[in-house]
């Protein structure tokens, strides 16, 4: 029997949660762990109810962007117990396919939060882009290195999505505020 600790998390391989979950992990003195990428926050938590991981973590507030209503709404549904509420600095980087030319990019595809984040960045350089929701940051990497997106969208997401996707970076540091923190949580299944 396995003392290793499943953790699961909101989000694909290079997401924000990823590093928010081994940052918990150093900060707890956790060694022994495996993440699930679990993609979305109802998943983590569905997950944690039927007793298939032992953590959950994800993300409830970022200083620029407010509130993650996707968390909200999949808290509002589960009952566990918190076990760390901690931040980490949000880079937010424009990535695109390796060949992709900046004039060429007519598509912005990322999580509802991180486009929050960026909105004044898009406004101001990419004004006649279409923006496109997409259920999380490196997932949308994921997708466009995949070619499940067209090949005139850039993605906004991690930095660390450029070599896990094969992906060049337009541009780095697009948050509109230099410091972008978010609040993640790290929940456990409530015992009753």
Wanted: net charge negative.
């Amino acid at each position: 029997m396995s003392d290793r600790i499943k953790i699961g998390i909101s989000g694909g391989p290079g997401s924000f949660s990823e590093e928010a979950a081994v940052y918990c992990c150093a900060k707890n003195k956790i060694r022994d762990y495996e993440i699930k990428h679990l993609i979305t926050v109802e998943n983590t938590l569905s997950f944690l109810d039927e007793g298939k991981i032992d953590l959950g973590v994800f993300p409830i507030e970022n200083s620029n962007g407010g509130v993650v209503y996707e968390s909200l709404y999949a808290m509002a549904k589960h009952n566990f117990s918190i076990n760390n509420i901690f931040e980490i600095d949000v880079r937010q980087n424009l990535l695109a396919l390796p060949n992709a030319l900046r004039k060429d990019i007519k598509k912005i595809v990322s999580h509802q939060q991180a486009l929050k984040q960026c909105r004044m960045y898009l406004k101001r350089n990419w004004p006649e882009s279409e923006l496109i929701e997409w259920e999380d940051t490196a997932k949308a990497a994921s997708d466009l290195s995949l070619g499940k997106l067209s090949e005139n969208s850039a993605v906004i997401a991690p930095l660390r999505c450029k070599d896990l996707y094969r992906l060049n970076v337009i541009e780095e540091n697009i948050q509109d505020l230099k410091f972008n923190f978010t609040s993640f949580l790290a929940v456990s299944k409530y015992e009753y």
